[in-house]
């Protein structure tokens, strides 16, 4: 057993120390510290970023019933066939109370209980939807750093929040059940704007054929397997951001979670993206990523020197000032930054 | 008609004096101009802010098919018989293309085309969430200074961002269908805690009195109509954020959107606490509210200061070093701040 300490930091370190050994238990504590105090979290990803970066972090979503955990079910026994390690990440921002997803994560976790490849992780909702975000990040740097070599991100797709959960992935799966009729139900969501791949559910279904079709016509022509990665291409190393590349035409494939069917030339699918991210690990989806989590820690950074206690008097009296309409929220907002970069100063000159 | 102007600042403003004078198609069009340029939201906060903070804003949420429209109709028509000026804004996050909303909308608008004092507007999804809950907040405070007396924000509470957008409102009301049995699905979505009034709609069903029982009980005592207002009492002029207050229990109410029944009751609550407000204006709730758009201003322009041309170099450089896993997101956002510190000192120095 790893030894408690006190600080955030030091019990951040020697989980993380014997997390990346393999002691699951470790890595089990390691999350639960991570999802219930942000000082640990940061601790956390301080030690274990830079060990970071060799799994392939696939985010799966889709409006509810149309067969997410069937599917990632499916992909799971198909990447331990094929040798790899796996970590689930289920997020259900929606039910904090509900055992929805715990329920189903305690069947899957029974099948694979004595395989130490396989984690599964349920991630509720704790308060606000950019800190599950920012939670689901951090976890997934720390099962990254633990060895794992495919990081599934489940998440329920109701929500643009998320959406985004699952769209902060290398690989972005949207799946799309086929009883849904002519009305693809993914379009409104929004969800097949992040799609790498689109997967029909439930391809026993009558109608799954149809749906694909429809999808394909859709989303434009199907991408040839082995297309050049011009998309994820390595970023040149300009001094501007990462240009938004047009987004490549998704894959439309079909599986049957019952049977299998369809599963393994997804897995492949899954492999070759792999392959194109080992070659060049610096896509633009981690720049993304990465931008993403930096301004998020700069602004967090920000607010709390803002609200440190040598401030707090003078960024409260401005809010105030706000709150009773005598100031703008933009001029608050720049009186507050002046403040800030003329203590800068004052702090450099004294 | 107002003469265009091809800044935003200009744009805004032209805008911004024909919509406080009463023109609506002013008025239509500075919203339109929020809702597509931020730069114009900016000049029209900048503009309108200090003329804004007599209207109640009121947000109305509840899971899809609580009967929110229903009872916006009703309170609409209840509010203009008291001859109070109101503005509706329905927030619809999650059909950037459906016209659920917008149909809705259209068969209000037409009860209510040749009322002046009447004002309905759809905001549909045009990207990132908080994008959008940004954009309420700017149309809020538009529509205030535009005069109208009650501001109703109407947004379906099924994620987290949605919820946040009615809950940054003077009072928030939480819808409850009664047909829904014991379970009560306000619960799930952490609705409830969001609410200062729970309406239980669909009074003439069955269900209603036992689910609005139910709700008590679960809440804690009635609220006396006209108990002292603990919670919104004016902050003290210290130095420290405001305390959030422990929340007032919410007042349980029924009401039947098809016949009326139980409206005025409502509405009569929402004016005792429009004149609470007006005694004191500056309460915990639009400190709250000033305090999150000035929080987000400040990292925006932080941001932008970030990815400006002179900075942007050494920006993405070191995002790039985070997405090759060289360095961790924090020391990057550590570098970033610390160089924004240093170029301050030069400027001042230089």
Same mark, same amino acid.
């Given at each position: ?131 599950? =975000? ?186 105030? =000032?706000? =709150? ?27």
């Amino acid at each position: 057993m790893t030894p408690a300490s006190p600080d955030p930091a030091g019990r951040a370190a020697a989980l993380a120390d014997a997390a990346v050994t393999g002691d699951r238990r470790a890595l089990a504590r390691l999350l639960t510290a991570v999802e219930t105090a942000s000082a640990v979290g940061e601790a956390a990803v301080r030690i274990l970023h830079t060990r970071a970066g060799h799994a392939h972090v696939v985010g799966v979503t889709g409006a509810p019933g149309s067969g997410k955990s069937t599917l990632v079910n499916a992909m799971l026994r198909e990447l331990r066939a094929r040798g790899r390690s796996v970590a689930v990440v289920a997020v259900d921002p929606s039910s904090p109370i509900s055992g929805g997803a715990l329920l189903g994560d305690r069947v899957r976790m029974q099948e694979h209980a004595a395989d130490p490849d396989v984690f599964i992780r349920s991630m509720a909702a704790r308060g606000h939807a950019g800190g599950l =975000a920012a939670t689901t990040d951090t976890a997934v740097i720390v099962l990254d750093a633990a060895g794992f070599d495919v990081i599934v991100v489940e998440t329920v797709g109701t929500g643009q929040s998320e959406v985004e959960i699952a769209a902060a992935a290398d690989t972005t799966l949207v799946l799309e059940a086929p009883e849904m009729g002519d009305e693809v139900q993914a379009i409104k969501a929004g969800l097949l704007e992040v799609a790498d791949i689109v997967v029909v559910s439930k391809g026993d279904r009558p109608g799954a054929g149809r749906t694909a079709n429809l999808l394909r016509t859709m989303l434009g022509p199907v991408e040839p397997a082995d297309a050049p990665e011009a998309a994820d291409a390595e970023p040149e190393a300009t001094s501007g951001p990462p240009a938004r590349p047009p987004r490549r035409v998704p894959e439309v494939l079909i599986t049957t979670g019952a049977t299998g069917a369809g599963v393994a030339p997804l897995v492949d699918s899954l492999e070759r993206r792999r392959a194109r991210i080992e070659e060049r690990p610096v896509t633009e989806a981690r720049v993304r990523r990465a931008a993403t989590m930096v301004w998020s820690i700069v602004s967090e950074r920000v607010r709390a020197d803002l609200a440190s206690r040598e401030r707090a008097a003078e960024t409260w009296a401005l809010v105030r =000032a706000v =709150a009773a309409h005598e100031i703008d929220p933009y001029a608050a907002a720049d009186a507050l930054l002046a403040t800030r970069d003329a203590t800068a100063r004052r702090d450099e000159e004294g």
